[in-house]
């Protein structure tokens, strides 16, 4: 056998491995689905299955009805994806927007109409909160029936200036809870104390946007304090299509690669046999070549 077969076989090999290697290695962009660290999103990928995308197109309107869509926000939308988002909802999609930092603001209040802003001020409190920690205020959330207790991490307030039936806040901070207008962490001259929006409904068309004022209490970290399980099972319920949008994200190139490997097998089995296959397949080449050359095999 010529080395040149062995240099291809040794090529494929190669590819395989450092393809399932890269489904198996973690990365560390916040709010991935593929960190499974304290501030990523894996558990949420583990147990109910979305499937990360990175283009808004990728999402079928025709299957708006059946298909749910989390979007954690680090930075604006553009025109082409709040116009596809806008279909999306009108045709009875879902979609569960998580932001602290009012990149949504453009969406709400120039494509939707509506004078909703998530604004540039934290909530704190000091008396109800997760076990003393003041930065994750206890917050409370009705919907489906059910009286929720989650834990955020210093959400923002969302500011509501409409009088809109199609708008429902569903999540509350306490009376007791400080809206920090300066930004210090502190009650100064300026902030506020009282119950703030935390989480809204918005109905629009035949779908639902749901706005939630923090990227945190879904993460690894958070996801298991109080009821923040439950809520989010709550929004994604008889939704058959779950995805992730991580274009809203700054992802990384590993995190581009992992989507795109994910997508087009996410089978982790499938992935060990044709590496097993293939090792097998090249051990045995290599031994063919070999006793060739050593007088074996004549």
């Not at 039936?165 to 962490?185: E, P, T």
């Not at 970290?221 to 992730?244: A, E, P, Q, T, W």
């Amino acid at each position: 056998m010529k080395p040149k077969i062995l240099v291809v076989f040794l090529a494929l090999s190669l590819m395989i491995t450092f393809a399932s290697i890269l489904l198996e290695v973690p990365t560390s962009t916040p709010y991935s689905v593929f960190n499974t660290g304290g501030n990523g999103y894996s558990l949420l990928l583990d147990k109910y299955s979305l499937t990360p995308l990175i283009n808004i197109s990728s999402i079928k309107l025709s299957e708006a009805q059946d298909t749910v869509v989390l979007i954690p926000l680090l930075h604006g939308l553009d025109n082409y994806t709040s116009n596809y988002l806008l279909k999306f909802l009108e045709m009875g999609g879902r979609i569960i927007v998580l932001d602290k930092h009012g990149y949504i603001n453009g969406f709400l209040q120039e494509v939707l109409g509506l004078g909703i802003r998530v604004e540039n001020a934290a909530v704190y409190d000091d008396i109800f909160n997760y076990r003393g920690d003041r930065s994750l205020p206890s917050i409370k959330v009705f919907i489906n029936n059910a009286n929720l207790t989650c834990y955020l991490h210093e959400p923002a307030v969302i500011s509501i200036r409409t009088n809109n039936s199609d708008v429902r806040i569903i999540g509350f901070s306490s009376r007791y809870s400080l809206r920090d207008n300066d930004a210090n962490g502190y009650f100064n001259v300026g902030d506020s104390i009282g119950s703030e929006p935390i989480a809204i409904i918005i109905n629009h068309g035949k779908g639902t946007l749901v706005i939630v004022s923090d990227l945190d209490f879904l993460t690894n970290k958070y996801i298991v304090l109080g009821d923040n399980d439950k809520f989010f099972k709550s929004l994604i319920n008889g939704k058959k299509h779950r995805h992730v949008l991580l274009g809203g994200l700054d992802i990384s190139f590993h995190d581009y690669l992992k989507v795109y490997v994910y997508g087009f097998q996410s089978r982790r089995e499938y992935w060990i046999r044709i590496l097993s296959e293939f090792i097998v397949l090249f051990i045995i080449l290599v031994l063919f070549y070999y006793g060739e050359r050593s007088g074996f095999t004549k």
